[in-house]
């Protein structure tokens, strides 16, 4: 995926759902990982053109693991002329050493979630773009069914009331495929992920059956994403208008 590509894609999602204002202050969430990198890649540049300013941070919620050597992000934020901040936490030691947490994913992505937005607040910010694609809600939908018993996935844009924080996903038009193309293409400087439970999870089980059922059945991704996008899910209405 070509650079103006994904242009394309993240300013589509960001008119349909009326992602950001004139004057947003926007923290982008950085893993490290492939999908976070590539939404600040879209951002960064979506700043010079897009008809509404804003301005961003990149954001990194360090757990507190052991060689996390975050120094080619930091080259990559001076590079594309956006603010970096780590957030040094002891989650890690407080859901693998404290808790002995036997599922620890659930906890540590709220306690994830928590610092980052409190730090958002912090430096000024009223939104929080997170790194989820097309495949991130579709895996989403299908754990909400076979562990909740709900048609359900996160919306495109949610305001939490607690931290008065906007929370926006404008990678939700962009296939993983895609994501891992911009990846290669752009040799983006991936940071491996030190938690012990990393591809160990539910979500990586519904990863790999999602990915076999699209085998199997060419183009059923997208057509359960179209699903999820006129299911009537409170928060996917396009414009206002469901």
Request: hydrophobic share 40%.
């Given at each position: 995926?070509?650079?103006?590509?994904?242009?394309?894609?993240?300013?589509?999602?960001?008119?349909?759902?009326?992602?950001?204002?004139d004057?947003?202050?926007?923290?982008?969430?950085?893993?490290?990982?492939?999908?976070?990198?590539?939404?600040?890649y879209?951002?960064?540049?979506?700043?010079?053109?897009?008809?509404?300013?804003?301005?961003?941070?990149?954001?990194t919620?360090?757990?507190?693991?052991?060689?996390?050597?975050?120094?080619?992000?930091?080259?990559?934020?001076?590079?594309?002329?956006?603010?970096?901040?780590?957030?040094?936490?002891?989650?890690?030691?407080?859901?693998?050493?404290?808790?002995?947490?036997?599922?620890?994913?659930?906890?540590?992505?709220?306690?994830?979630?928590?610092?980052?937005?409190?730090?958002?607040?912090?430096?000024?910010?009223?939104?929080?773009?997170?790194?989820?694609?097309?495949?991130?809600?579709?895996?989403?939908?299908?754990?909400s069914?076979?562990?909740?018993?709900?048609?359900?996935?996160?919306?495109?844009?949610?305001?939490?009331?607690r931290?008065?924080?906007?929370?926006?996903?404008?990678?939700?038009?962009?296939?993983?495929?895609?994501?891992?193309?911009?990846?290669?293409?752009?040799?983006?400087?991936?940071?491996?992920n030190?938690?012990?439970?990393?591809g160990?999870t539910?979500?990586?089980?519904?990863?790999?059956?999602?990915?076999?059922?699209?085998?199997?059945?060419?183009?059923?991704?997208?057509?359960?994403?179209?699903?999820?996008?006129?299911?009537?899910?409170?928060?996917?209405?396009?414009?206002?208008?469901?």
């Amino acid at each position: 995926m070509k650079l103006q590509q994904l242009y394309s894609y993240v300013r589509q999602a960001i008119d349909d759902y009326q992602m950001i204002a004139d004057g947003d202050q926007i923290a982008v969430g950085i893993s490290g990982g492939k999908d976070s990198l590539t939404l600040l890649y879209a951002l960064s540049g979506l700043r010079r053109f897009y008809p509404k300013k804003f301005e961003l941070a990149a954001l990194t919620v360090d757990l507190g693991f052991d060689h996390y050597d975050l120094s080619e992000i930091r080259q990559l934020c001076k590079t594309l002329d956006v603010e970096y901040h780590v957030i040094k936490t002891k989650i890690g030691e407080i859901v693998f050493e404290e808790r002995k947490e036997s599922s620890p994913c659930a906890l540590c992505a709220k306690m994830r979630k928590g610092a980052l937005n409190d730090y958002a607040r912090q430096i000024g910010c009223n939104k929080v773009a997170y790194a989820h694609h097309m495949d991130d809600i579709i895996e989403t939908m299908f754990l909400s069914m076979f562990y909740e018993g709900q048609f359900y996935s996160f919306a495109p844009v949610t305001h939490l009331d607690r931290s008065g924080i906007t929370v926006i996903r404008p990678l939700m038009y962009v296939p993983e495929a895609n994501v891992i193309g911009f990846l290669h293409k752009y040799h983006l400087p991936l940071v491996k992920n030190p938690c012990p439970a990393d591809g160990e999870t539910k979500r990586e089980y519904v990863k790999q059956l999602v990915r076999q059922i699209n085998l199997e059945n060419p183009g059923v991704k997208k057509r359960i994403f179209h699903a999820i996008c006129t299911g009537r899910i409170e928060g996917w209405n396009i414009n206002g208008k469901q």
